[in-house]
T-cell receptor, first 114, second 111 residues
Framework: DAGITQSPRHKVTETGTPVTLRCHQTENHRYMYWYRQDPGHGLRLIHYSYGVKDTDKGEVSDGYSVSRSKTEDFLLTLESATSSQTSVYFC?????????????FGPGTRLTVT | GQQLNQSPQSMFIQEGEDVSMNCTSSSIFNTWLWYKQDPGEGPVLLIALYKAGELTSNGRLTAQFGITRKDSFLNISASIPSDVGIYFCAGTGAGSYQLTFGKGTKLSVIP
């Protein structure tokens, strides 16, 4: 298994509070991604990073920000959580050479916004 | 944006039966990948395909990259109870590293 951990694994928070999810990898892969998974929508890309301090928006980036100050860590922040952000969040990583399209996923964080 | 249509949405099969599922796109894809997700876990990469017409196996799983580059197929032979889960197709379009995912096929195996 790829060395990817996510923390916390479960979180319940109130509407309007900020929330930060962490993804940590031990594979030294350059690319990292944050997805959300919702019934009927599959996996949708929120933000991604192609290197330290290099990030870009994905399909559903509104209400989310990210930071990557080290190769191994990619943080996802919900600036002011809303009920529509209740979801399961997955981090993924991929190499920059060889097979960059092959993404490997973490175990996920289940977030509930009340 | 690009969309992938995955079918069937769900299927119930008897243990020992073969399974087929597919994924189609309205645009050309350069890469096709198949993932499996067990409940409460992240998707796990099963097979990656890089060339039109490519046929690749991983144990009892076989996947094909369609000749038109607009579809891909996954077959599971002699299904067993641990094959239960949701299978996702994903692909990349021209000039993109970003994956587009299908909505998944939920497989249930009846012992």
């Amino acid at each position: 298994d790829a060395g990817i951990t996510q923390s916390p694994r479960h979180k319940v928070t109130e509407t309007g509070t900020p929330v930060t999810l962490r993804c940590h990898q031990t594979e030294n892969h350059r690319y990292m991604y944050w997805y959300r998974q919702d019934p009927g929508h599959g996996l949708r890309l929120i933000h991604y990073s192609y290197g330290v301090k290099d990030t870009d928006k994905g399909e559903v980036s509104d209400g989310y920000s990210v930071s990557r100050s080290k190769t191994e860590d990619f943080l996802l922040t919900l600036e002011s959580a809303t009920s529509s952000q209740t979801s399961v969040y997955f981090c993924a990583i991929s190499e920059s050479t060889g097979r960059p399209y092959e993404q490997y996923f973490g175990p996920g964080t289940r977030l509930t916004v009340t | 944006g690009q969309q992938l249509n995955q079918s069937p949405q769900s299927m119930f099969i008897q243990e020992g039966e073969d399974v087929s599922m597919n994924c189609t796109s309205s645009s050309i894809f350069n890469t096709w990948l198949w993932y499996k997700q067990d409940p409460g876990e992240g998707p796990v990469l099963l097979i990656a395909l890089y060339k039109a017409g490519e046929l690749t196996s991983n144990g009892r799983l076989t996947a094909q990259f369609g000749i038109t580059r607009k579809d891909s197929f996954l077959n599971i032979s002699a299904s067993i109870p641990s094959d239960v889960g949701i299978y996702f197709c994903a692909g990349t379009g021209a000039g993109s590293y970003q994956l587009t995912f299908g909505k998944g096929t939920k497989l249930s195996v009846i012992p």
